[in-house]
C-alpha cells in the first residue's frame, strides 16, 4: 500500500537541500533508486532504516563524496551553484569544506588522530584562509566549547580521547565555519546510552540556537525520535514512506515501517 | 464569526498489516468551528475522541475528508497539506495539549516553558520572563523552576506542560483530557487561561474526562457515537 498522497508544499521559505531522482547502481546491486528528498532551514530530517538500505550511501552523496548515476542535488546558496553534482572536484571540496558539516559514526573517518583536537579544528578553518594563529585558536576554541568539549583538554589527541569527547570534536569541526548543513551519520552510535544522551542534547541545544538544518542517518528509532522533525524511511534504496515524526511512530502506513515501529522496545 | 475550521466527512482506520487487519476509528465526521468557539467532544471510552484530535493534528494521517482550516491568506486541508507545512502551522496556529510532558533530558523546567517563544523570535531575557511567570501562575514551586523536569512526580510534570502548551496563543487549541492529575490550583488556572485564550478569540475542542470543569467554556458539544464507527474489517 502506498501512503496517502500529500498535496505539494506551500511553504514560502524553498528547500534548503533538495535531491531530486537519484539513482546509483554497484554492478548488479540497487544502492539508490529514484531517491527524491528535501531539508526545510531549520528542520532536523531523520532517515531509518535496516543495513543496506542506502541510507548512508544518501547522506554520502548529500557530501559529495559520492556521485550517482543519475540524478540532481541543490543546496540553497547565495552562489547559486546549480546541480551540485556537475561541480569539478576542487569546487566539490570548497564547497564542502565551507557549507557542509559532517560527523560519522567512525571518528577516524572525520579526524586525524594524532593531531591535536584543536588542531582538528583549525585545519577546517584554514581551509576557508584563516591565517593567523590568534584567530584559527580562538575560532577553534569557540566551536569546541560550543560542542561542549571541555576546552582544557583541546590539546589532546583524539586518540586519547573518549568516543563521546571524540565525537565533539568531529561535531566542532563541522560547525566550525557555521555551514548551512550539518550531516550526522548514526553519531551516537557505539556510545554508552548515558553519553549518548548528552550528545544528542548538545545537537538539539545547537539545532535550537542556530537553527542549523541537519539530517541525521541512524539505525536507531530513539535516536531518530528525540531529533528529527520529519521522516524518511527507506529499504532497498528506496523511500517507502515519510512523513512527520510523530505520524511515522504512532501511525505508520507502510507494512515495513509498522514492523520497524513494532519491533522498537 | 471567523471560521476557523470545516471538517468534512472526515475518515479514519488504521491498517494493520501484520493483523491483515482494518481497524476503523470513526468516518464521516463533519463540523465547523469558529474563533473564540469551544467545542467538547463526548462519547464513552474507545469512540475515539482522542483518535479525532489526533488526526486534525495530522499524528494520524486521515484516510478520507478534508480538514479546511482558514486563515488570513486563504484555506488549507490538513487532511492532505505537505508535512513542512502542517510543521510550520504547529509552530504557529495550532496547539496540542495532552496530560503527557515530553521532558528532554538536561533542558531545565523554564527552558522548556520558553522554547516555544523563543522559536517564535522573543529575546531569550523576556522568552524566560515570562516562562517563569506561567510556570507561578501554574503553581510550579520557585526552586523547582531551573531543575530538569525529568525528575518531576507526575503532576508536577503536567503543570510545566501546560505552561509550555498555553504560553503562547495560537488560533487553534486540541485539548486532549488536560486536567487529568491536575490539583485544584492548577485546574484553576489551567481554566483562567483557557477563558482568556476563547475571549481572544483562539478556538479550541477538547476532550474532557470530567467537562464539569471546563463547564463554563463550552459553547456546543458533539456526541461521537459507535454509529460513526463501523465494525473491524478484516481485508
Not at chain 1, 500529500?6 to 521559505?13: S, V
Not at chain 1, 535496516?50 to 540553497?76: C, F, I, V
Not at chain 2, 523554564?110 to 511567570?133: C, F
Request: a neutral charge; glycine letters at 8%; aromatic letters at 6%.
Amino acid at each position: 500500500m502506498t501512503p496517502a498522497l500529500r498535496a505539494p508544499e506551500l511553504m514560502t521559505t524553498p528547500a534548503m537541500l533538495t535531491m531530486t531522482a537519484v539513482s546509483r547502481r554497484y554492478g548488479n546491486v540497487v544502492a539508490l533508486e529514484e531517491v527524491s528528498a528535501r531539508a526545510y532551514p531549520g528542520e532536523v530530517l531523520g532517515i531509518v532504516g535496516e543495513s543496506g538500505s542506502g541510507k548512508s550511501t544518501l547522506l554520502r552523496m548529500m557530501n559529495l563524496e559520492e556521485t550517482p548515476d543519475a540524478g540532481d542535488y541543490r543546496l540553497s546558496l547565495p552562489d547559486q551553484p546549480g546541480n551540485l553534482f556537475d561541480l569539478d572536484r576542487f569546487a566539490r571540496r570548497m564547497l564542502c569544506a565551507t557549507r557542509i558539516g559532517i560527523v560519522y559514526q567512525n571518528p577516524h573517518l572525520g579526524l586525524l588522530m594524532r593531531n591535536t583536537s584543536s588542531g582538528n579544528v583549525a585545519e577546517r578553518l584554514l581551509i576557508a584562509g584563516e591565517r593567523s594563529f590568534a584567530a584559527l585558536r580562538s575560532r577553534a576554541r569557540d566551536a569546541l566549547d560550543a560542542s561542549e568539549f571541555p576546552l582544557a583538554r583541546m590539546d589532546a589527541r583524539p586518540v586519547e580521547l573518549s568516543g563521546g569527547m571524540q565525537q565533539r570534536v568531529q561535531l566542532a569541526k563541522a560547525i566550525a565555519l557555521e555551514p548551512v548543513l550539518l550531516l550526522l551519520d548514526e553519531p551516537t552510535t557505539g556510545l554508552d546510552v548515558s553519553v549518548q544522551a548528552l550528545v544528542l542534547d548538545t545537537l538539539k541545544r545547537l539545532q535550537r540556537d542556530r537553527a542549523i538544518t541537519m539530517v541525521i542517518v541512524s539505525h536507531d528509532l530513539g535516536v531518530i525520535r528525540t531529533m528529527a522533525d520529519r521522516v524518511m524511511v527507506m529499504r532497498g534504496g528506496r523511500v517507502v514512506e515519510e512523513g512527520l515524526a510523530d505520524q511515522i511512530f504512532q501511525d505508520p502506513q507502510h507494512e515495513y515501517t509498522q514492523q520497524l515501529v513494532h519491533a522498537k522496545l | 464569526m471567523t471560521l476557523v475550521l470545516q471538517v468534512e466527512n472526515l475518515t479514519k482506520h488504521f491498517q494493520m498489516h501484520h493483523l491483515g487487519q482494518r481497524l476503523n476509528a470513526f468516518r464521516g465526521i463533519s463540523f465547523t468551528l469558529h474563533a473564540g468557539e469551544f467545542l467538547l467532544l463526548r462519547g464513552p471510552n474507545g469512540v475515539g475522541k482522542s483518535t479525532l484530535l489526533r488526526t486534525l493534528y495530522r499524528s494520524y494521517l486521515p484516510r478520507a475528508g478534508h480538514v479546511w482550516y482558514h486563515t488570513i491568506e486563504g484555506r488549507i486541508d490538513l487532511a492532505t497539506a505537505a508535512d513542512v507545512d502542517i510543521a510550520l502551522l504547529r509552530r504557529r496556529e495550532i496547539g496540542f495539549v495532552t496530560q503527557f510532558l515530553i521532558a528532554r533530558p538536561r533542558v531545565s523546567a523554564e527552558d522548556i516553558v520558553a522554547e516555544p517563544l523563543r522559536r517564535a523570535g522573543i529575546a531569550a531575557g523576556e522568552a524566560l520572563e515570562e516562562a517563569r511567570r506561567w510556570l507561578a501562575e501554574f503553581g510550579v514551586k520557585r526552586d523547582l523552576w531551573r531543575a530538569y523536569p525529568t525528575t518531576f512526580s507526575g503532576g508536577e510534570q503536567q503543570k510545566v506542560n501546560l505552561a509550555r502548551a498555553l504560553i503562547l496563543p495560537q488560533r487553534l487549541l486540541l485539548l486532549d483530557e488536560p486536567t487529568a492529575s491536575l490539583d485544584v490550583g492548577a485546574r484553576a488556572a489551567l481554566i483562567r487561561r483557557l477563558a482568556e485564550l476563547k475571549a481572544a478569540g483562539v478556538a479550541m475542542i477538547g476532550v474532557f474526562h470530567h467537562p464539569g470543569d471546563v463547564a463554563g467554556l463550552i459553547d456546543r458539544e458533539m456526541e461521537l457515537t459507535a454509529e460513526e464507527v463501523a465494525d473491524d474489517v478484516a481485508v
